[in-house]
């Protein structure tokens, strides 16, 4: 209501103290009066109050304490500490503890108007900001609500798009969306054992699937050729690493799955491509992508007349270790034995 008076709550012991307040306030403010903290509690639970006069000592209670719990719960309700025992220490407390100011008994009556005065325009001050940090906030949540769903709706467009992309060179090679799939399931096995950060698990999975996306720049009679490709061919299917980084640009998530899209065909030793990146310089996802990429080869690839076995890919890794690839990753899939799983 507009024409609501202040309430003021008086919370002192001693009944001459809280009359005396009580006259000299109640022609401009409502004024509540409580002999105790249980008195104060309950009015502050049950009333709209704007200010608090509160004694520094109250028979069976700390009144800084009191004035602590009362910031903690109301922390928009301005405190101004009445005592008759004022010491540095207790005012340096009282104002720690968030209290507006502090008046010494027997206070003049102008000043108790004054800082009363002052106190309520602190305390409408306050709750103003509070209410336009409110509004803020709703806006930004009802903004990041927005965002979100257009992100969504962005990300479900890409993925639709990404996998439009992967059936339609499966269409020409016959492998490319069986080998994604399992590619993806193998790396989350292989990261599983190293104990990455589920953020990181979460981009590897992406990678894995999305890893063979710039084929659909290659001709599509190359994909399907089943002689040996010739130099020039090769070379072609060696761009499909840096095609995919650059189709991923588009996506709503080309800064973390691009790496290891990019990097998949690096060596260890540096003699892989495109950039012929060694060792760490390589990113970890894309070393562990590299070893499921080239243990699914091994087994599934429908160029090769016949396809390893668990023990010839075994070996097949052991001796590429630290060249091809990263050695611990060589042990992790050898010690935890994954290849029982491919």
Request: proline share 4%; hydrophobic share 40%.
């Amino acid at each position: 209501m507009l024409n609501r008076k202040p309430a003021i709550l008086v919370i002192d012991d001693e009944a001459c103290v809280r009359h005396s307040l009580k006259f000299v306030l109640r022609d401009e403010y409502k004024v509540l009066a409580a002999p105790g903290a249980l008195e104060g509690r309950f009015y502050l639970s049950s009333q709209h109050i704007d200010i608090v006069l509160l004694d520094i000592r109250l028979r069976g209670t700390d009144g800084l304490r009191l004035l602590y719990e009362i910031k903690q719960k109301f922390p928009y309700i301005e405190i101004i500490m009445i005592t008759a025992y004022a010491s540095l220490k207790t005012i340096r407390k009282a104002i720690r503890y968030g209290a507006f100011d502090y008046l010494i008994k027997p206070f003049d009556k102008n000043e108790l108007r004054t800082v009363v005065r002052n106190a309520l325009k602190d305390a409408k001050n306050r709750l103003a900001i509070k209410n336009e940090l409110d509004k803020i906030k709703e806006s930004t949540l009802y903004l990041e609500h927005l965002i979100g769903n257009a992100r969504q709706t962005i990300i479900s467009s890409s993925r639709n798009s990404m996998t439009a992309i992967l059936l339609n060179i499966h269409s020409r090679d016959g492998y490319t969306w069986a080998h994604a799939g399992r590619v993806t399931r193998f790396s989350a096995l292989i990261a599983e054992k190293v104990g990455i950060t589920e953020d990181e698990m979460q981009r590897l999975k992406c990678s894995a699937f999305l890893h063979d996306i710039g084929k659909v720049t290659v001709d599509g009679a190359i994909l399907e050729k089943e002689s040996t490709l010739t130099e020039h061919e090769f070379n072609m299917i060696k761009r499909h690493p840096e095609k995919g980084a650059e189709m991923i640009k588009s996506t709503p998530f080309p800064d973390l799955i691009i790496p290891s899209i990019r990097h998949h065909h690096e060596r260890y030793d540096g003699s892989g491509y495109p950039d012929g990146l060694t060792g760490e310089e390589i990113p970890y996802t894309a070393r562990i992508l590299a070893v499921a990429d080239a243990i699914d080869a091994m087994i599934y690839s429908p160029a090769r007349q016949h396809t390893f076995t668990a023990e010839r890919v075994e070996r097949e890794l052991r001796t590429h270790s630290g060249t091809q690839f990263d050695p611990e990753l060589v042990d992790v899939v050898i010690k935890e034995k994954l290849l029982s799983f491919a």
